[in-house]
């Protein structure tokens, strides 16, 4: 990010659980305004029954946490958009699940075509956890849109459309309404704004933003929010993406009295 962004000394450091530890090949997102399905693809209400029975067994064994019978759905060729191979994947969704135990998928067929040997499908998954490793009294709510290919009943690709997640953690957690661009030109400065929407009073808030691009090595390696004082109102930053197209992700934390609340949103650069 540009030097808009902060660069001084932390006054406190948080964990950043970005949501790339989200389990993406069952995942989809937002809204369809980034990357609409195309004019050839069905609608998801008219899904065959067999493939809304695989997202289903999909949806209930990510919810039980079975990394041994989640991973059979995927096959031995998976690819993934971000560079992650099937090992990187399980990794990263152990991580997930060391640190959210107990999180439930639920997911929604948005389109699908069949392929000569599968489905192309495209759909959105809401997941939400309670109490995690890291934060007392914290609830993680994500939403990801994704793309994905299926052959004999297994993922071979898959694609992160759109993706947020929230972690909000305390007694008094910031309500927060953020301003974000979904897609950006290269070498073109943007608005990241994480505004409080509740009367603060005389709270002193902390906020912190980061930029970082999507690959396997910062899905593995999350990196760590710096805070400092902000402003009354909220955070309020300006960034430039410097390396070029591909998929970015840019986070954020406002932390008051009583409460925390830390999200993370990916922006494409095309």
Wanted: proline share 6%.
């Amino acid at each position: 990010m540009t030097s808009n962004f902060p660069t001084s000394h932390p006054q406190r450091r948080l964990p950043r659980l970005l949501s790339s530890l989200i389990l993406g090949a069952i995942a989809s997102g937002l809204t369809t305004t980034l990357l609409a399905p195309p004019s050839h693809a069905n609608p998801g209400q008219d899904a065959p029954e067999e493939l809304q029975q695989l997202l289903q067994s999909i949806d209930e064994t990510a919810t039980q946490g079975d990394i041994d019978a989640l991973m059979r759905f995927y096959s031995d060729s998976f690819r993934h958009y971000d560079g992650l191979s099937r090992e990187n994947l399980q990794a990263s969704l152990e991580q997930l699940w060391e640190r959210f135990p107990n999180l439930s998928y639920n997911t929604e067929i948005l389109s699908w075509e069949q392929t000569a040997n599968g489905y192309e499908v495209e759909t959105k998954t809401t997941i939400v956890g309670l109490q995690s490793r890291d934060f007392a009294n914290s609830e993680l709510r994500a939403t990801v849109r994704s793309r994905q290919v299926y052959e004999n009943d297994q993922i071979v690709s898959q694609e992160i459309l759109e993706e947020e997640i929230r972690i909000l953690s305390g007694e008094n957690p910031p309500n927060v309404r953020v301003n974000l661009p979904l897609e950006i030109s290269p070498n073109t400065r943007y608005h990241f704004d994480l505004i409080v929407e509740e009367p603060l009073g005389n709270d002193l808030i902390l906020g912190a933003a980061l930029q970082e691009p999507v690959s396997s090595q910062t899905h593995l390696n999350p990196s760590s929010l710096e805070l400092q004082p902000l402003n009354a109102g909220g955070l309020f930053k300006v960034g430039e993406v410097e390396n070029g197209e591909g998929d970015y992700w840019v986070s954020g934390a406002i932390v008051r009295r009583g409460g925390i609340a830390i999200i993370s949103r990916r922006m494409r650069v095309n």
